[in-house]
C-alpha cells in the first residue's frame, strides 16, 4: 500500500464526506481526513487553498488541489484504477 495520496477535508458526518469516505474505504485507498467546519467558520489555510470555503475538498500530496464531491469521487476512482494496475493502465484506458 502507497502512502497516503492525500487529504480531504471535511465535516464530521457530512453527508457528502461519509459518501466519500465510503468509497475510499472501499477502494482501500489511503487518504488522511482533517476536520473542517465551514458552519463554524474554517481555518485561513483552508480558506488559502479553497476560497469558496466549502467541504469536502482534496488535496494530494502532489498539492493537486479539487473541490465538489462528485469531481473528488471520480479522481479517487481514478486513484484505485492507477494503484491496482500500476503504470500498464491509462486515463486512455479507463477513459477512452
Ligand atoms: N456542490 C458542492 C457543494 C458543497 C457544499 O455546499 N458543502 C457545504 C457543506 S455540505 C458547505 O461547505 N457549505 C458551506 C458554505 O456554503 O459556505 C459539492 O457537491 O461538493
Redesign the pocket.
Known amino acids: 500500500m502507497p502512502a497516503s495520496f492525500g487529504t480531504i477535508y471535511c ?1 464530521d458526518g ?3 464526506t461519509v459518501a466519500l469516505r465510503i468509497l475510499a474505504k472501499q477502494n482501500k485507498l489511503d487518504i488522511n481526513y482533517v476536520e473542517e467546519a ?2 463554524k467558520g474554517v481555518s485561513a489555510e483552508f480558506r488559502k487553498k479553497f476560497p ?5 475538498a482534496f488535496e494530494g500530496n502532489d498539492g493537486y488541489l479539487l ?4 469531481a473528488i469521487a471520480i479522481y479517487c476512482k481514478f486513484l484505485f484504477f492507477f494503484t491496482s494496475f500500476g503504470d500498464e493502465i491509462h486515463f486512455k484506458t479507463v477513459y477512452p
Not at 469558496?52 to 469536502?56: D, H, L, R, T, Y
Not at 473541490?67 to 462528485?70: A, K, S, T, W
Open positions: 465535516t457530512n453527508p457528502r465551514p458552519a469558496m470555503g466549502k467541504i469536502p473541490h465538489e464531491c462528485n
